[in-house]
């Protein structure tokens, strides 16, 4: 109840308060934070913001007082050189009579302390100006600051950006590179000479690629910075095969237990390369760690935040951080600059109190003079005489962006200036007037700034806002103090077409390890010729096992995701890493197989030629006359053929040989059997001539009939033959499917059918044979033939019938082989079982050669 009550008491007085103020005319200041900064009067006004104190203290909060202001300690020379760097630049620019003449530039910079909440109250200070009161209620007029060069941090960047972009105010940054920045929906009014991070994490991307190194850590901080840092690194490092072995957040709230957590994490994994996106004041506690638990064989990668940043120069960190890599802004010269920065003196002037907070930081010294007060400040001391990163302008980085960034600003507005009225890009043609300033008026020219300052640095922003990409490659290396220097080694830039190109000088690098050589930081070994990787299932795609490639299949290179299958007609050899041609397989006469039935067969061929030579010789003799020798020449001849056929299956297929191996091989043993056959039936025919109710039985199967018989069976096979060669021919084929690893030059048969009608007709030709002469056997010849005729055809019918199984199962050259020996093994038998025992009697028994003898049987 009461405190409702106070809360409408209240309302009702600052109301009140309110009317009085505006029916005064003009616009009160309710209260001024207090900040350190620096001013200097000018037509126009700059605004600045950097982080000259490292840290900032809260008061206590008692919730009974108005609480007391925040106060700022660990005094920064470095950033404080950078604030000096913009009022130099604002002195130059005055002094140039080509850059804003009749113009006088000032400035009013404040310190924010590397804190979030004091970068919003230094931002809200310049848009609102420095007067206590304001009459002006139209609002006319310039703005308090025409742009602000901040903030160096990309987290306070954002918010600041977020509420300025609002009213277009135009800020341009030497230091934020959060690559969320480039959003101009978002942020439509910032603009920085610094690359943004999208560029930097692939220009180490780029550095680490270089070397071969795909298992890497990753430590970034827990802001804007670090986040969108390492977001942008997981999304990038997949298109290099860089794969991350940990990723912790360095945060700014972090515990010694923290920090402890994070070295265990390092310490157990197996990555021996560490990339840190973090602010110095984020990596220092960490590097106090490492060095605590003396933990070496690391490969450091520094962003840009911490790879210049001087508090690691000290020699007891030199054998832990000595050899770290790092991307840095692009080195500057400014000539002046150190003149300049040796002339400043403290003043008394509350807003210019920065200067009087480094003198009493470089000095060590006070410009109280109280009881207490032990060393008290003249204000001239010499600056000379001192050696810190405040006056050591040998690398002026951010020095030099805020340098640009200043230089933006006043080009945008000498363009400004210079429009002509009725040719001014704003509505009408017209043009923003300088007593009347705009914000957004400024940012459209800001956007179009294209220069080069007077070192030979160009300076122009894409449409995103953003700089030029540049960077030094940066190595800690030994000085002759044993602390650390930085050497540039190297440049990363970006090229139109290209796009970012890395250039290295390998031989200044300085590495930090026993070999002086890089580390190796791979989850696995690469995988050597001949063999491929295998990912581990639930890992990294850098981690995995090295599988030998396939037979057939080869690798020609490390670490290949596959194995490369070979052309049909090559395979792979011994080592997987080459494909080498294919054996190929056919039965050669040079084979120690195709020399044994070569010679097989033309010793078959011989044998023949030697019988018919012993039947021409004793043409005349009982035993050759009685068994029909015009039969037994042409049965000699046909043998002859059976093995000459032979010759035809063996050496490399060619169309000519495919196509008469069978056929004449299906035409000799048709000539071969039909003459047995023929032979068969005169036997019988000759028996049955012998009895009185038979006598005629030679008139129907005399030697023309015994010819045509011969000739119509003979034809049939030829026709068969024809019409198999000119439907399917058999062609010359490489086979693959016998054994990969070579190819069998074989014959196809063309059509199975053909060639299915060419055997079965020698099978029935054959079976009838067999089937006559074994009626035939018992005649009452002494020397019947028959009988032997039915021993023949039981060896030929019995070689084919095992022929058919052994063929098919038989692979490559080897059922060429089967069936030569099945022609082989069936010629041989009908020439031995038939022309044996008559040549056995011929040469060995003569006195058994004569009629009486052959005739026994009838006698006895």
């Known amino acids: 109840m009461w405190i409702t009550l106070l809360i409408n008491i209240y309302l009702i007085l600052k109301c009140i308060s309110a009317a009085v103020v505006l029916r005064a005319g003009a616009c009160q200041l309710q209260g001024r934070f207090r900040l350190n900064g620096m001013y200097q009067d000018g037509d126009v006004i700059l605004g600045g913001m950097f982080e000259a104190h490292f840290f900032t203290l809260y008061p206590e909060l008692t919730f009974r007082t108005e609480p007391a202001p925040p106060y700022c300690e660990i005094f920064s020379m470095e950033s404080f050189q950078n604030v000096q760097t913009m009022a130099f630049a604002i002195n130059e620019i005055n002094m140039n009579p080509n850059l804003l003449p009749n113009i006088i530039l000032g400035y009013h910079i404040h310190d924010n302390c590397v804190t979030f909440g004091m970068a919003l109250r230094a931002a809200m200070s310049l848009v609102s100006g ?86 890497v850590g990753l430590l970034y901080s827990n802001d804007d910075y670090g986040t969108y840092a390492a977001q942008s690194f997981h999304q990038e490092m997949q298109l290099f095969g860089i794969c991350i072995a940990f990723s912790e957040p360095l945060r700014y709230d972090s515990n010694p237990r923290d920090i402890q957590r994070i070295m265990a994490v390092i310490q157990a994994s197996t990555s021996r390369v560490v990339v840190v996106f973090s602010p110095s004041t984020l990596v220092i506690p960490l590097i106090n760690e490492v060095v605590l638990q003396n933990m070496t064989g690391r490969q450091w990668i520094a962003s840009e935040s911490w790879a210049t940043s001087p508090v690691f120069y000290t020699p007891h960190f030199l054998p832990f951080l000595g050899g770290t890599l790092g991307i840095a802004i692009r080195r500057g010269e400014i000539e002046g600059l150190r003149e300049f920065l040796l002339q400043l003196r403290p003043q008394n002037d509350p807003r210019n109190n920065m200067p009087k907070i480094f003198w009493e930081n470089m000095f060590g010294c006070s410009f109280e003079t109280g009881a207490q007060a032990k060393n008290v400040c003249t204000g001239q001391e010499d600056l000379s005489t001192t050696n810190t990163s405040y006056t050591d302008v040998s690398e002026l980085r951010a020095a030099n962006n805020v340098y640009k960034a200043v230089y933006a600003l006043a080009h945008a507005l000498h363009d400004l200036m210079k429009c002509e009225e009725g040719k001014g890009p704003f509505s009408g043609n017209s043009c923003a007037d300088i007593t009347n300033l705009k914000p957004w008026q400024l940012v459209h020219y800001l956007q179009k700034v294209n220069f080069s300052t007077r070192f030979g640095d160009h300076v122009s922003f894409n449409k995103n806002g953003d700089a030029l990409a540049i960077y030094d490659v940066m190595n800690w290396q030994p000085g002759s103090d044993r602390s650390i220097r930085i050497h540039t080694v190297g440049v990363v830039r970006e090229e139109p077409e290209k796009g970012l ?110 019988v018919m030579v012993i039947f021409v010789h004793h043409h005349n003799t009982p035993i050759v006359r009685a068994n029909n020798s015009e039969l037994s020449f042409l049965l000699l001849f046909s043998l002859k053929l059976c093995f000459l056929c032979v010759l035809l299956f063996i050496g490399r297929p060619q169309l000519w040989t495919c196509q008469l191996r069978h056929a004449v091989f299906g035409i000799s043993f048709v000539l071969c059997i039909s003459s047995i056959l023929v032979k068969t039936m005169v036997v019988i025919a000759v028996f049955k001539s012998s009895r009185p109710e038979g006598k005629k039985a030679m008139k129907w199967f005399g030697a023309a009939q015994q010819r045509c018989t011969i000739l119509v069976l003979t034809a049939i096979q030829v026709v068969i033959c024809a019409v198999w060669l000119s439907t399917a021919s058999p062609t010359p084929h490489k086979n693959n499917l016998y054994i990969r690893s070579i190819i069998v030059y074989e014959c196809t048969i063309g059509s199975v059918t053909g060639f299915s009608m060419l055997l079965g007709y020698i099978g029935l030709l054959a079976a009838v044979s067999f089937l006559i002469a074994f009626l035939a056997r018992n005649l009452p010849d002494n020397f019947n033939e028959a009988k032997f005729i039915t021993f023949s055809m039981l060896i030929f019918c019995a070689v084919w019938i095992t022929f058919v199984p052994a063929y098919v199962s038989s692979p490559g050259k080897y059922s060429v082989a089967v069936e030569i020996f099945a022609i082989l093994a069936s010629s041989f038998g009908l020439l031995v079982a038939i022309f044996a025992p008559k040549c056995y009697i011929i040469l060995l028994h003569p006195e058994r050669n004569n009629k009486k003898t052959i005739m026994g049987r009838e006698t006895h």
Not at 503 to 510: H, K, N, P, W
Not at 536 to 555: A, M, N, Q, T, Y
Not at 556 to 584: A, G, H, M, R
């Open 130 to 215: 420095i007067e206590e009161s304001f009459i002006n209620l139209n609002c006319t007029g310039p703005p308090p600051i025409i742009g602000i060069v901040g903030h160096p941090s990309s987290t306070p960047s954002i918010a600041i950006s977020s509420v300025l972009g609002l009213f277009r105010v135009p800020i341009v940054s030497h230091y934020a590179t959060c690559s969320c920045l480039s959003d101009r929906k978002k942020y439509p009014s910032f603009f920085r000479t610094i690359p943004s991070d999208a560029f930097q994490v692939r220009a180490m991307i780029q550095l680490i690629s270089h070397f071969g190194w795909t298992w």
């Open 501 to 610: 190109m890395l250039t290295l000088d390998e031989d200044a690098i300085y590495w930090n390890f026993e070999t002086k050589k890089p580390p190796q930081s791979v989850c696995s070994e690469s995988c050597p010729r001949g063999s491929r990787q295998a990912t581990r299932k639930g890992h990294p795609v850098c981690c995995f096992d090295c599988l030998p490639c396939r037979d057939g299949e080869i690798s020609n290179t490390t670490d290949p995701t596959k194995c490369t299958v070979c052309p049909d007609d090559f395979w792979s050899n011994l080592y997987k890493d080459q494909c080498i041609p294919k054996e190929v397989e056919f039965l050669s006469y040079y084979d120690p197989l195709g020399i044994s039935l070569t010679t097989a067969s033309l010793l078959g061929t011989c044998f023949c030629a030697f």
